[in-house]
């Protein structure tokens, strides 16, 4: 009976173990499947990346022009009259504003009166010194013939070396009212204020009424054209942009207008603090719309 329950105890372990090993080759079976090779062969090149790169380098700089300059007062004064204000063209020599020169057309007036004065003096005495020269003349002749004395010659003569020295001493004196006369003219165009060349006025600093001192500032006067763009680049460009390069301008304000711009001039130096090199170019053609003082982009070849 004890033998009997042995055998009974030691069935139940036998099951277990032949369940075990069927669920292990069960799992052995299904491992056994070879797994999805892995494709490690190079992904196809993009677009981008096969695109060629670019070959234009962007730069920026300002519209600039060669003429701008303040017009400052070159004496001082109360401004009498303004004929330009701001946006008003102007031509070289025309007329911005004068200061009050009443003072200086007066002086002017009486200086030309002296001069005239002093000129007509200079032509009588011109002719009395004519007059005495043939009485010189005369009087020798007549001492040749002995018709009068030596001392009638020497009057004759002494007198016209007389009137001689007064004709050099009107002469001197027109001269120096001649100069006086210049030197208010002069101070009268100080008054004046001019423009200096073609542009337009792009800012007025005075007023009617205003008293200036010597140096203030009483316009900007500009050009228009031609319009100049100065612009840095890096100085691996030194030897391939020269004068003449021709480079593409594009305003900021509008990317898809395109103009050309001839190279005038390319710094012989390197800015040592930026690696950089100055370019002032020069644009060609049509440029309506743009106005000195704007910032464009400029593109450059920069080669293969």
């Keep these: 009976m004890h033998e009997n329950k042995s055998r009974l105890g030691f069935f139940p372990w036998i099951v277990t173990v032949f369940l075990g090993g069927l669920a292990l080759s069960a799992c052995s079976g299904g491992g056994s499947k070879p797994a999805p090779a892995t494709d490690h062969s190079p992904a196809p090149a993009t677009s981008a990346a096969t695109a060629p790169a670019s070959k234009t380098f962007l730069a920026s700089g300002p519209l600039v022009v060669e003429n701008q300059v303040d017009v400052a007062a070159r004496r001082e004064g109360v401004v009498a009259e303004i004929l330009a204000d701001v946006g008003t063209p102007v031509r070289t020599g025309q007329l911005l504003g004068r200061l009050d020169d009443r003072q200086f057309l007066a002086d002017m007036d009486m200086a030309r009166a002296r001069v005239a004065q002093i000129q007509a003096n200079v032509e009588n005495w011109e002719a009395e010194v004519k007059v005495l020269e043939a009485d010189r003349d005369r009087a020798e002749q007549m001492w040749e013939a002995q018709l009068i004395t030596k001392q009638d010659l020497d009057h004759a003569r002494f007198k016209l070396v007389a009137n001689q020295f007064e004709l050099l001493r009107e002469r001197e004196a027109l001269k120096s009212v ?41 316009f900007w006067v500009t050009a228009v054209a031609p319009l100049q763009v100065k612009f840095a680049l890096p100085e691996k460009f030194l030897g391939s942009v020269q004068r003449d390069t021709e480079v593409a301008v594009t305003p900021a304000f509008s990317p898809e207008s395109r103009y050309t711009a001839r190279v005038l001039r390319v710094s012989p130096v390197v800015d040592p603090s930026s690696g950089t090199i100055e370019v002032l170019a020069e644009l060609k053609g049509a440029v309506e719309g743009l106005k000195p003082g704007m910032t464009v982009n400029v593109l450059v070849d920069a080669g293969p």
């Design 178 to 218: 001649t100069a006086q006369a210049r030197s208010i003219e002069l101070e009268l165009e100080k008054t004046r204020a001019v423009a200096p060349f073609n542009g337009i006025v792009a800012r007025r600093y005075v007023r009617a009424g205003q008293k200036v001192a010597l140096g203030d500032r009483l």
